[in-house]
């Protein structure tokens, strides 16, 4: 037999189970996106490859194809070429003694596992899988046309088997859900955003909001609530004297009301309520209610309660049913971008009425006030402007009323 076919149909086997493997590799990641768009331009070979990523039973047959495909050229160059090169090896004694015999299938043995290895997994296996890797998109199409093919040829085979292998995984009451869509787990994202900062691609600051978001569903409110012990809550029963007190002391923006003690929150009032004019007392009796969740719960599903409650603020209860702390948005927020500005001071809330004339929110931190005035407005016991007029009047202030600071 001449030396020249017997390397030819190795050639073609190890070729074939290259294809197979580019095949496999490449359909798998093949940017959806980018097929589709070519697909819906009229691409011929861009429309056969949609049809397979869009279809799951359709990935399914096709992966199964080329695994299928790779298990036939394996086996069939390991059997024809083993026996080829004992053939050789053997022809090579010029004799059929005993000895050369059996030393002949030993050499083959030995090269079948060297030789051909070698070339099965350099050209058959990586180089493939590397080409395939590299461009997905253009590997898919170009493969798509002699896979489709093969398909045809195997599809008894592939139908066959993969009734087997469910049968085999139903024993086990395992059942496989087939889907089209590519997932990636949050560590896979989170290996991604690493390596395109490290490589110039994505800002430090974008790259640690995206680290973040993925760890905010893994959070409970029990990790990033406001702690009892530093909850800064107004009696229902306060004086006007210990609210301006409180003000001064730990100006937020909004304040829990309780009745007795942290355990019988009655709800939530806003610093503009306090500051309005009015009897206190009914102030806070009208404290907007405000929904609680236990400490267990994850920041996502937090989310979406205080969205649907239309609040800012929840309780986070014990498992004794005891108030642990509380939670808002801004505690949210901040877990993802970080330390942010009280939500009561926006753009719009410092207005300029002339020459050193501002209309500002109460809210307003006195450094920005002065820096819009271009004077220091600096005081050792208040941040705000609420806080400063509080401080100077002494009592929650009324409708007419003026203070003189500096001046």
């Known amino acids: 037999m001449s030396v020249a076919l017997p390397i030819l149909i190795i050639a073609v086997l190890i070729a074939v189970n290259a294809l197979f493997v580019a095949a496999e590799f490449a359909i798998a990641g093949a940017p959806r996106v980018s097929i589709a768009q070519r697909a819906g331009a009229g691409h011929r070979l861009a429309k056969a490859v949609h049809e397979v990523l869009s279809d799951p ?15 036939g050229a394996s086996l069939g160059l390991g059997m024809y070429g083993e026996h ?50 590299q461009n997905p998109e253009r590997a898919a199409l ?16 592939v139908v066959v088997l993969n009734a087997i292998g469910n049968g085999i995984l139903s024993l086990f009451n395992i059942h496989r859900e087939l889907g089209a869509e590519q997932y990636y787990t949050p560590e896979e994202i989170r290996m991604i ?26 959070l409970s409110a029990g990790d990033v609530m406001v702690p009892r012990v530093n909850v800064a809550g107004i009696a229902r029963d306060a004086t006007p004297e210990e609210v301006v007190l409180l003000l001064r002391e730990r100006p937020f923006t909004r304040y829990p009301v309780y009745e007795g003690d942290l355990d019988h929150i009655k709800g939530m009032v806003h610093i503009k309520d306090l500051l309005a004019d009015g009897p206190l007392a009914d102030r806070l009796n009208a404290a907007r209610s405000v929904p609680a969740v ?34 808002t948005l801004d505690d949210l927020f901040e877990e993802v971008v970080g330390e942010v500005a009280d939500s009561a001071v926006g753009v719009h809330e410092i207005e300029e009425l002339g020459p050193g004339r501002l209309r500002v929110a109460g809210t307003v931190r006195l450094e920005e006030a002065g820096e819009h005035l271009k004077v220091g407005l600096a005081h050792e016991e208040v941040e705000t402007v609420s806080g400063l007029v509080l401080a100077l009047l002494g009592r929650p202030p009324r409708p007419g009323d003026s203070v003189s600071y500096r001046g």
């Open 84 to 133: 080829q090169l004992a053939e050789w090896i053997y022809d090579g004694f010029h004799g059929s003694s005993a000895p050369g015999f059996f030393a002949s299938h030993a050499l083959a043995t030995v090269l079948a596992m060297t030789v051909l290895t070698y070339f099965h997994i350099v050209i058959g296996e990586m180089i493939p899988k590397a080409l395939a890797l």
């Open 142 to 157: 170009a493969i798509t046309t002699p896979m489709r093919l093969f398909q045809v040829a195997m599809y008894p085979f």
């Open 193 to 218: 955003v690493r390596e395109s900062m490290a490589e110039g691609e994505l800002g430090s600051e974008s790259a640690t909001v995206l680290s973040e978001l993925f760890d905010f569903a893994e």
């Open 57 to 71: 039973a359709r990935q399914d047959r096709y992966i199964a194809t080329a695994q299928l495909g790779i298990t």
């Open 294 to 327: 236990p400490e267990t719960l994850t920041l996502d599903a937090v989310l979406a309660m205080l969205h649907r409650e239309r609040t800012q603020m929840a309780i986070v209860l014990d498992e004794f049913g005891g108030t642990a702390g509380i939670l």
